[in-house]
């Protein structure tokens, strides 16, 4: 098995999808073993710190590739799964951003509103307990939450010659930010450029669904990924998610119902591949089994997931059985 | 403990929240044995059933009550206990209908297109393994899925002297479709008019989150429910629910995305007043712990909910204990 | 012709559509001479009157009628002619209101701001020169606007036993706020009860298309109507509006997407029935002559407007000429 | 004065914003003398073809350019002036598409509707009446109506290191489509870049307002432009046009109400820096005169506009008389 390692310095981050020369050139069957900075680019670190102050907002959500798969035409399907992700520090920020955020005024929800003060917390790991401490500053109220490694952004470059922003979300995945890009998945995206050019970043070490204030607990992270490319299956247009228990299908779009519907959508069109069902039969499974937690509401694009569980299901084998030999593999290492 | 029993005529269906004459006087700590018909109205009985021939859609969602509820009066809470919800039949149905449900063009998103064919399934019940029974037409597909029977609609009269149709959701509750409306859990709704006037309906023997196609596993509910009266607590807004595990608060409007941020705005004011954080320590805390499952996206109004596990947060006493007070009574019946 | 002249007294004023017996009983072919309060019930007079202070919210937009309509059947067509409109008062008022207005945040597009502050404008109307004076606070700007009159709030009993506030607009019209309520217009609405049980209301001496902030130049209006009833055409389901240079639809929804596509699949339907163009040949047409002023982003329900202009379409006869024979009848008085 | 005529070759199209070398570095005060092919790339020319069987869907809207404009740097404003927009071509075409269109299902408002039917409109154009003809194919109508050229496609390269499709409208300008785009206005464009890079196509021989189908009169269009660069300006965020007679700003988002609050946030500012208004005197000022004539509900951003007329305003000089200044200049030529 190829294994590469990969720590990118400040001026090797990457701010987009598309648009920028691989970092590397990998095979079908690599190990990465990466290293991403956390979403503020580590200028976020003391609870006095303030966003307007030390961010500078083309330089959020680095992103650490992207990696060209050699073999990978448009119309394959890139499989990515998730080995391990642990937290490469021993805490991680948040912070309230001037116009930014799902219950702030934005430039898009654009209201005649003052921006809501800024504020920042610090959430110390414990990595023995497994927990994030929460602390507020507004009352006597310390929380201890699990620690749930995740990877917002994870994304090949875009169709149609377009180059976008790592806070975009959109069929090319992106800054989805859902809680479900998390160890032990495979992720499966369709490749819309040569090479695939595929990056990962802004590592989550617990995140709400919707990610209300725009940032979750945000922090660097080490992530170790198996990479697989998939040639002859229909392309799976929205990005798809295979954990052992549930298949997962991310819509991105605005306005809320338009990202839940093309998750749902594709979703019927993979109940329909698995199991033979046409659109009205699988559109009623559908509503009857659907799990619909929204990934967030406050980036460029809103995501929305729709998964169904495993099993409630009979036996499948998406993409000839890809999740299986990966975790397979993973368990080897 | 007083205790009324009422099993509506068809000539005793009630359509709408607000409008009505109420069904029953109660006093709060009442218990109610109650029954309600499905969705349909008992109108839709097999698969070859079409629902633009057997449907009015004048007379659908019919509600049991409503009832007075003595002493309430605006700016009260309500508080219903869901004590028990069995399936009063031994199957269930649902349906696509035309120009309805999440992914058809309908009266609002208007489009051009003919409507979605229509067809009808009905789910067999199997009561000792507490299943139902989805069977496709269009493939060798049969899957035992778990009952979990809850409540489409519970609602009480509209403020501002409207009368709503007991197919909407909003501030009032009423058609949130929501799978946390479940045995087990208290309703706590805002009182606005005198009596409260509450009904309750559109039984689910299970529903997806979202209710994709519109209707879930409709089926006829023997309902039994416990009242309460808050006085002097403030006025929830939107709709409360509290559960062993979790606070919940669904929100109801149009675009999905104003619908969930009302939900959150109202667990913000939750956790505010269970534990005094202000606006951006809620927004943050909420930011890192909110569970975001839809309800619907096929009502008038779009229904999401905003749940918070009590396992992460500090011990509460939401309502001076009321839950705790209501399940305690339920488990001596 | 009959004549029916009314001028409510305070405590007849109706806040509602439906659910409200008649203030009279018309046959088709009256001639109504009307009064009608401003939206602010008359208790906004001065720059420094606070909506916050003064205002009842559960009291703003008080309905003139409403009116049974003798012979009116579900079904029906009922068309209402503007006479005239012609200001009550010397002056019209405007304010903000507390989470209230299109660049606000409110109770549904919920967000965590301080509402923005309330102030309040007062405009002098010039009779003579047709004008109403705007005087900005912040600046030295004195803005004489031509004063157009115009009818906020039109609409009939909604279907489905519903009974709405008088802020909403929906199919039944309503709270439409839409220009397009001028004198020498036909509104065309679907009969949902009997007798159609009409009322106006919410005059606007002057607004912009959107209504941003909330409120127009709102005044109390001398109303001149003619009432008119069609048998046996198809229902127009959303609101239609002939004048005598263009056909209009107005949809009402959210979001603002939905209340447009409503209004363009209305005035396909309508192209349709005037000329005999199926659905293709109407859509076509309606992309390259389509007048899309908004109405109201800012209440229950948005209102966008469809308009065609007669001068680009063949000679059409709406409702077998009502419009030019109400026009005439009017130009008789 | 420099003059640079350019009329691209098939192999010089340009399909996005950003992301290619410029095809002409130019000096502010340059008048340009170009060509655009229409949306179609010329390959719809008759009522028979079919957009599914002859387009290729990476390939619509062709741009012309971009230009390089010297001095140019990131926070100036550009500014372009349309001279004359005259029909390349003796016809235009339009289209209805599968999954595109503002009636239809598409991509992103996703539902399980089959594409709507294609049909392809062929316009003679009658340059002597200045007309274009429809012509029904259910019917018997044929309609001539005025010819408006306009151009659908104006932007400069994208913030953020982004690339965008021809296709999208946002910030940057881009497909607002809409019908303010026409001879005798200037277009200010906040520059991202250096050299701003812009480029113009999709000439449109007329256009309704929400471009309903997604086509226009779509037509090859001669354009003269004169480019002047502004200094010191605050950057407009939001594109903004100006007329002889109207101010106007073009916000591009989703769902529709954001793209028309951008648009009105955008003029509140403008208000403000032109008359010294505070916000909430301009927004009172905008709520009684905007104009709100929809763009486009069809594209991957929906762009909707707002405009104030100049005849209810004082003298204002935006730009310090720019756009008189090139009214000027273009009356030379």
Chains 1, 2, 3, 4 share one sequence.
Request: charged residues 20%; aromatic residues 8%; proline residues 7%.
């Amino acid at each position: 098995m190829d294994v590469v390692e990969y720590r990118p310095e400040r001026d090797q981050y990457v701010w987009t999808f598309g648009g920028v020369a691989p970092s590397h050139r990998i095979t079908p069957g690599t190990l990465l073993r990466l290293w991403t900075e956390d979403a503020f680019s580590g200028r976020l670190t003391r609870v006095t710190d303030r966003p307007g102050d030390v961010l500078d907002m083309t330089e959020v959500n680095p992103q650490t590739g992207p990696f060209y798969v050699e073999g990978a035409e448009p119309g394959d399907t890139l499989a990515l799964h998730i080995v391990d992700l642990t937290p490469a520090r021993d805490w991680g920020a948040s912070s309230t951003i001037p116009f930014f955020g799902a219950l702030s005024t934005t430039d898009r929800t654009a209201l005649l509103h003052d921006p809501l003060p800024e504020r920042t917390w610090i959430y110390q790991l414990d990595r023995a307990a497994g927990t994030v401490l929460f602390e507020a500053t507004s009352a006597d109220v310390r929380l201890e939450l699990p620690c749930n490694p995740m990877l917002g952004t994870v994304g090949v470059a875009p169709a149609g010659r377009e180059v976008r922003s790592s806070l975009v979300p959109d069929m090319f995945g992106g800054n989805m930010d859902t809680p479900e890009m998390k160890p032990g998945v495979t992720c499966y995206l369709q490749v819309n450029v040569e090479g695939a050019l595929f990056s990962v970043g802004d590592g989550h070490y617990r995140q709400g669904e919707g990610e209300s204030c725009g940032t979750a607990v945000e922090g660097a992270m080490d992530v170790t990924l198996l990479v697989e490319l998939i040639k002859g299956a229909p392309a799976p247009l929205w990005p798809r998610i295979e954990s052992d228990t549930h298949y997962v299908v991310v819509g991105s779009s605005r306005p809320l119902e338009d990202a839940w519907r093309a998750s749902q959508v594709g979703m019927i069109g993979w109940l329909g591949e698995l199991y033979g069902l046409d659109r009205l039969d699988a559109y009623q499974l559908l509503t009857q089994i659907s799990e619909s937690p929204l990934a967030n509401v406050v980036d460029t694009n809103y995501s929305a997931v729709t998964k169904v569980p495993k099993a409630l299901l009979p036996a499948g084998r998406a993409y000839n059985g890809m999740h299986t030999h990966l975790r397979e593999q993973a368990a080897t290492l």
